[in-house]
């Protein structure tokens, strides 16, 4: 039976890719909407689910020589046999590179992690729904604007179009759905311990504390009893 608005699905990993949008240091120093250390942790933290999820995945960037620097080497390390798309234009489709590989992964939804919302973001989105057809998933705290404003009313504008809003730690549980999937629920605990701030120290506590596994060192640490005042 055919579903009347495909955006009811969640994303699985079956049903959609993932593209990274100018992850550069120098598109990174414009962004004043979110703290570019978060930011360059959710965008690593999506880059590991994906592999984690075996999601197809495209990272292209712009100008990388002449002003916007390399990708994150924590991004590229995720994916160390991943061409990287070069481009001049601000707009992603404008390059028939990156069309070709967004319908090369033959996924309709099409999760975005990108610099800045408010210009490669925006027009990315705008042109892959019109003339693609594609779904965009825009993971907003993966993304970044030059302003808050600047990307909250990017945001909106795309979400007023049919984008539709994430967060990177959504996309992840979205795809792992069931902890009863164990086959992948050992690597998203380790993402979560590693990139999600509360919730990862929690998990951490609950596993030393509660269930009394041990540390998460990579080797033991001798504690030296208290001393009496």
């Known amino acids: 039976m055919p579903i009347p608005n495909p955006k009811l699905e969640v994303l699985t990993p079956e049903n959609c890719q993932l593209i990274f949008i100018d992850q550069q240091p120098q598109m990174a120093f414009g962004v004043q909407s ?20 075996k ?41 028939k590179k990156v069309r070709d590989a967004l319908k090369a992964n033959a996924r309709n939804k099409v999760v975005v992690s990108g610099l800045w919302t408010e210009v490669c973001n925006n027009s990315v989105a705008l042109w892959a729904i019109l003339e693609g057809g594609y779904e965009i998933y825009m993971v907003a705290d993966a993304s970044g604007g030059m302003s808050k404003d600047a990307h909250d009313y990017a945001m909106q504008r795309m979400i007023q179009v049919g984008v539709v809003p994430m967060t990177w730690q959504q996309v992840m549980l979205e795809w792992q759905r069931d ?16 990139h999600s701030g509360a919730y990862g120290m929690g998990v951490d506590y609950a596993s030393t504390m509660v269930h009394k596994a041990a540390q998460r060192t990579s080797k033991t640490h001798e504690a030296l009893a208290p001393v009496a005042a």
Do not use: C, H
């Open 34 to 53: 979110i703290d570019r250390q978060v930011l360059k942790n959710n965008v690593v933290a999506l880059a590991k689910a994906a592999k984690v999820f």
């Open 55 to 95: 999601i197809p995945r495209t990272i292209t960037t712009v100008e990388s020589q002449s002003f916007s620097g390399y990708t994150y080497p924590e991004l590229l390390d995720v994916f160390p046999e991943q061409k990287v798309l070069e481009r001049t234009s601000m707009n992603s489709w404008d390059d």
């Open 179 to 194: 902890w009863a999937r164990k086959d992948t629920y050992d690597a998203v605990m380790a993402i979560v311990r590693e």
